[in-house]
């Protein structure tokens, strides 16, 4: 018995879950669970199904196809684990986070390098049997160094990137030949600080909430589709060093609660928003 999840978006249509379901019915499958989303506005269908038996996915796939739309989306895939190279710059919250459920498999992937513009968190990250690759930006174009990156992720094909507060602009050339791919997570303010020492703005402005967001990267920084947010609250008692603390901790968390879903084929892409069953 092999454990699957198929993923479909297409026009809607009247008795399409029917329809579906009935595929895999009639290929003497289990469905385990099904979710359905309709987008009203723009008239769209948007399922995903867990399901488990023996079955040839070519054929499935084909039954599909004779009574979905011509348009239709179809993802079929077995559960697996996904593998992901991490970028990072300095700072160790999300990779100590990543590494840890990493080593204990508490999510779904497996880390298979590690690469930063310092070396900084090479001790951290060697102390895991992971490796790390120091490609520094200093002296060469933004390019060129990217060019580096690519050379070497593509190595190892991964499913996924994470920028694990990689703090290095991504140029539209090496987001687009990883569409989709990479996941970033920030931090969230509002009022919204921009620029050096965000925490120190937010400490002078008396900020109440502090969050996180973990989106997929596109051309446009900080601004590509929501995957997962969360906020913790703060006072007038807190400092900006403890606020910075507070925001580490959420970020963390929302990093690794939005990869659990990406890695779980819960996540659908549509324009510039998501679709999740969780």
Known sequence: MTDYILRIDC?????????????????????????EFVDIDNNLFFMRVAFS???EPERIEDGLRGILPNSANIDLSTKQVKDVVVLVTKEHHCLSDLLIRNEFKDLPFNILAVVG???VLRP??????IPFHYIPAEGITRIEHEKKIEELVK?????????AKFMRILTPEFTEKFSKKVVNIHHSFLPAFIGANPYKQAYQRGVKIIGATAHFVTDDLDEGPIIFQDITRVNHTKNALE?????????????AKALKLVFEDRVFIHGNKT???E
């Not at 026009?11 to 979710?35: Q, S, Y």
């Not at 094909?157 to 994470?162: A, E, F, R």
């Not at 606020?243 to 990093?255: S, T």
Request: proline residues 3%; hydrophobic residues 40%.
């Open 53 to 55: 038996g023996d079955c």
């Open 275 to 277: 679709i999740i069953f």
């Open 117 to 119: 513009n310092h070396e």
């Open 11 to 35: 026009p809607d249509e009247k008795g399409l879950v029917h329809k579906i379901t009935g595929v895999l019915f009639f290929n003497n499958l289990n469905i385990e669970r099904t979710d």
């Open 124 to 129: 951290l990250t060697e102390k895991f049997n």
């Open 155 to 163: 190595s190892y094909s991964p499913d996924y990137l994470i920028l």
């Open 243 to 255: 606020m910075a603390q507070a925001g580490r901790d959420v970020e963390k968390i929302v990093l």
